[in-house]
């Protein structure tokens, strides 16, 4: 036997241990749900064993109760509207602050670049909940924004901010900033910034520097940052629920009602199964990009 094939058999023993963990911790409970995603609803939650397609079935579309007519699940639709919606503009707007705090961090002088960063990851450490109740006390009606604008002036009545979609983006903005930061920090301190100060030799704009310089070599960073604030924000809990309401749900929020209220599991199971192939969706996108940057890069 060559060396070569006893160092592989003996990685993977090594490697054993840890799989089989993965597989009972992560594949175990996934295959659960899934295989509750086929069976019949039980009367006060559960569910019965029965064989069942009627989860799926309502995931989109719903009968009419009186003639059985088909037609699609408007609700469950508008929320799934609304999750993605709500993700990718907490997504855009993460990114349009977090790509010039990044630059401003990269560019600070190695002395000061670490303190920064920590101002970035304070808020990153408290925990959630207690986060998205201080976005509350900023927007509500009686908050500081409202208290702020009828103190000098401009406004006679508060402005309703709380339990809107404006709400629940700004909460999932302030709560997953620091994961598009970091991403996009650590692609800027690796970049050669001495092809910014090339490209300004040559008279290039500011925004042609930007444009067809400094993205192109950050657009790693970006596209990560994107993707850990995507995935998170499309299956967000806590944030909804507390800024918005219970107005205004998302696929999380609808997930624990069928969980609760609804007693009905397999569709919640359904729903978990939804949610995942759309996170692997937006997985599969990240890898290609990646790759096709790497290629690019040769």
Do not use: C
Not at 44 to 59: E, H, L, M, P, Q
């Amino acid at each position: 036997m060559s060396n070569e094939t006893q160092s592989a058999k003996t990685r993977w023993l090594l490697l054993s241990p840890a799989l089989f963990i993965l597989s009972i911790a992560a594949a175990g409970p996934l295959l659960i749900v899934l295989v509750y995603s086929f069976l019949t609803a039980g009367d006060y939650g559960g569910v019965v064993w029965d064989f069942s397609t009627d989860a799926w079935f309502n995931v989109f579309a719903e009968k009419d109760f009186f003639d059985d007519t088909i037609g699609f699940s408007d609700a469950h639709l508008s929320i799934f509207w609304r999750s993605v919606k709500l993700s990718l503009m907490t997504t855009i707007v993460a990114l349009l602050v977090g790509f010039p705090t990044a630059y401003f961090i990269a560019t600070r002088p190695e002395s000061q670049r670490n303190a920064w960063m920590l101002l970035i990851m304070v808020p990153f450490w408290t925990n959630l909940l207690i986060r998205t109740f201080a976005v509350m006390e900023i927007i509500r009606n009686e908050g500081v924004i409202n208290s702020v604008l009828i103190k000098i002036g401009l406004i006679s009545e508060p402005i309703q901010m709380l339990y809107t979609e404006f709400a629940v983006t700004l909460g999932m903005f302030y709560v997953f900033l620091p994961l598009m930061v970091l991403p996009v920090y650590a692609s800027m301190e690796r970049m050669d910034f001495s092809l910014v100060e090339a490209a300004y030799d040559l008279y290039a704009s500011r925004w042609r520097v930007l444009k067809r310089v400094i993205f192109p070599l950050v657009k790693p960073g970006v596209v990560a940052g994107s993707i850990l604030v995507f995935i998170p924000s499309l299956g967000a809990y806590v944030t909804p629920r507390v800024l918005g309401g219970g107005k205004q749900l998302m696929l999380g929020n609808l997930i624990e009602l069928q969980y609760g209220q609804g007693r009905n599991w397999p569709l919640g199971a359904a729903l978990s199964i939804t949610l995942l192939a759309i996170v692997m969706v937006a997985l599969i996108f990240y890898v290609r990009a990646a790759g096709d940057e790497e290629t690019s890069h040769g």
